[in-house]
């Protein structure tokens, strides 16, 4: 069994820009493209004036 995200044979990997993908068990950590990738560069802050 392939424990894979995307597998290609013969044939182009074409993700949609809105598809997450990353690294899997030890290969990598966190998601690529998408909203949920923004989670690692963002923080949420409140600000009450």
Do not use: C, W
Not at 2 to 9: D, F, T
């Amino acid at each position: 069994a392939i424990r894979a995200g995307n597998v290609s044979i013969n044939y182009p990997t074409v993700n949609p820009p809105e598809a997450p993908f990353g690294g899997y068990k030890q290969s990598g950590l966190g998601r690529e493209l998408s909203r949920h990738a923004m989670d690692l560069y963002t923080e949420v802050k409140n600000v009450v004036v």
